[in-house]
């Protein structure tokens, strides 16, 4: 079958490799879309995310082929999200109630950890179906469930954060993470949200999906205007960091209000400063999301059905999986700018 292969950055390969076997206690998947990820493209783009060969994809859907013996959370002909798997219930983290940061989750991830086997495939095997496969109710359309990833991140980054009923928050970075970030941040009862992108598609993005306002970080008078809107408190009670740069965590702490959140959403592998000195009066404080828990997919989906959540804000562009390495190399040039583009194995 047909995979596309991560050797490195600006190293993809397609590759001809077997369909996978069903043994005990696995799933097989027919892959329907597979979202191509900011993480793939940060890993396609800058050395340091992946030092290791994969096969990449790990926001999919699709429909279950078969089942091995011992599997009776999917049958047959399931709609189902593949996402990673989960807590292994015996590491310190699992046992302590934080299940999505296990210490032995990441290496077993599809598509990301070291030498797995991704859905940018036709097909893809569930080593852990009781974890890693959920179904997809009724009401919920395959194109809206696979951007169960990209939403649960934001998602679980509001959850994970002190934001409450009537606070300001700022949001840098409208891309899908960012978006995500806006929409919960405005469920949980956020007052304002002023988002920042230097895109102004991204921005008309965030007023879609809730953003009170939507400014451009690279202008003085733009940040001037968010500056005067938090006035009252000096600043947002929690500012989310979605862009994954540098620059973007220095406007968060300059827009914080003393005592506030910074909570850092954006994956990168380039450093940045903090200087104790100019921060440490203030008292911020500065919290890391990685990504969701099962309970929280679930969550989603439920939100989804009922109309509550929005997926008609993601920009979406669907193309054939051997379309694979041309649209990465022109979503990581900024040529391409969607939210996700959604690979085809069956096209």
């Known amino acids: 079958m047909l995979a596309v292969k991560y050797h490195g950055p600006k190293n993809l390969e397609y590759v001809d490799i077997p369909k996978p076997e069903v043994l005990p206690g696995t799933a097989l998947v027919k892959i329907k879309y597979c979202g191509i990820c900011g993480t793939d493209v940060h890993a396609y783009s800058i050395p340091g995310i992946f030092d290791w060969e994969l096969v990449l994809g790990h926001e999919s859907v699709g429909i279950v082929e078969a089942v091995g013996a011992g599997v009776d959370n999917v049958k047959v002909g399931d709609r189902v999200a593949v996402g990673p798997p989960g807590d292994c219930g015996k590491c310190y983290a699992c046992n302590t109630g934080h299940p999505n940061v296990c210490a032995n989750a990441f290496p077993e991830t599809l598509g990301i950890g070291p030498n797995t086997q991704g859905a940018y495939a036709e097909y893809v095997l569930s080593r852990h179906p009781q974890n890693e496969l959920f179904v997809i109710p009724d009401r919920v359309e395959f194109e809206q469930a696979v951007l169960f990833d990209v ?3 934001g998602f679980h980054a509001v959850r994970r954060s002190e934001l409450k009923v009537g606070d300001n928050a700022v949001v840098t970075g409208c891309g899908s993470v960012g978006l995500s970030a806006i929409q919960a941040a405005k469920l949980a009862g956020a ?3 002023i988002a920042f992108d230097l895109n102004e598609t991204r921005r008309e993005m965030a007023l879609q999906a ?79 999301s990685f990504t969701y828990t099962k309970e929280e997919i679930y969550m989603l989906f439920q939100l989804i059905a009922s109309g509550k959540w929005k997926t008609d804000v993601y920009t979406i562009e669907k193309a054939p999986l051997k379309e694979a390495i041309a649209k990465m190399e022109q979503l990581s040039s900024g040529e391409l700018d969607v939210a996700r583009v959604l690979l085809m194995p069956e096209a």
Do not use: W
């Open 151 to 153: 939403i649960g991140v």
């Open 191 to 193: 007052r304002n949200v």
């Open 210 to 288: 809730g953003a009170d306002y939507a400014f451009d970080s690279t202008s003085e008078e733009d940040v001037a205007k968010a500056r005067e809107i938090l006035s009252h408190e000096g600043g947002a009670h929690v500012c989310f960091e979605a862009a994954g740069h540098p620059t973007s965590t220095t406007l968060c702490e300059q827009l914080c209000m003393a005592g506030g959140q910074v909570l850092i959403i954006g994956s990168d592998a380039r450093p940045y400063e903090l200087v104790s000195a100019a921060l440490g009066p203030r008292e911020l404080d500065f919290k890391l």
